[in-house]
Structure formats: C-alpha cells, structure tokens
C-alpha cells in the first residue's frame, strides 16, 4: 500500500472512530473536530466536505450541511458517501421546509439502476424509500408516502410480506376515500 492510500485508510480510520463517540461530545466540539479531520483533505476534497456536512447536521444545522453536501456532491463524491449525501441532502431539505426539492432529489436516487450502485449502496435503498416517504408526505401526496413505507417494511416482516407489499401497490390505485 502506499503512503498516500495508507494515510486515506488512516484517515477514514479516525473518521469513523470519531463519528462511534458523536454522543461523548458537545454539538460545537464535534464540529471542530470533524473540521480538524477535514483540514487534512483540504477545502476540495468530497469526502472532507461529506463529513463536514454529516457533523452539521447531526448536531442541528441542516442549513449548513446542505452546502457541505453540494459541493461535496459538486466534486463528485462517489459510493457509499455519495448516496448517503444524497438521502442526507434531501432530508435537510425537507427539514428547511424545501420537501418539494427532497422529492425530486430522491426520486431522481430511487430510479438509479441497481447496476450502477455496489452492494453497500444498494443496501442503502430502505433508507432511500423512508426519506422519500417523508418528503411526499410533507407535500401532501399522502398515499404515496404510505406506498412506499408499506412497500419498503414488506420484506423485513417475519409473514404477511406478499400481502402487505400488495396492500401498499393498492394504495396507489384504490380510491382514498375523499
């Protein structure tokens, strides 16, 4: 391994080590020492700018982190970080009262190809389904936020899984009663 690869591999290594006590510090001592770790990568790097992100809105500035996560999407974040930016963006989105942008945002994610996405990132696709329930729900497209929880806990649940999945597809198309 070189040193560029083994001081990446150090670095992730902090990250997440740092991001497994998040509870143990203050909401600004954490910033700072995410933004330490940055530093590292420069004010250019995707996955910094990720972390930066994923630091302000853990500790209650989606504003801030929506501007962490576009550049860091602008860049061309790419894996796992790249759909987690995505589901993270949109979620702040939502939370800033922008549930219309999350929407099109994850709509955009749900439609991506399993082909074009690695096993972690396909496992992320519950969490795609969640986020974007929340948002259509937020819009007032009730029904389809329903769809898609029911349809995204179908195949989690022990029985009943073809059933419920079926019941969240009916959603779609039967009447709703108004």
Known sequence: MDDERAGSAGWEERVAALW??????GPED??????ELAAERGDADAPALFELGAAHDSTGL????????????ELGLTGLRRRRAVIQLASSLRNLGRPDRSVELLTTE???????????????????DAFLALAL???GRDREAASLALGALAPLLPRYNRSLAHYARALLTAPDGS
């Open 62 to 73: 989606p504003a801030e982190a929506v501007t962490y996560y576009r550049r860091a999407l």
């Open 110 to 128: 749900r439609d991506l190809p399993d082909a074009r996405l690695d096993a972690d990132e396909r496992a992320l696709a519950p969490a795609v």
């Open 20 to 25: 497994e006590t998040v509870d143990a510090y």
């Open 137 to 139: 729900a937020d819009t």
């Open 30 to 35: 954490f910033r700072a020492r995410i933004a």
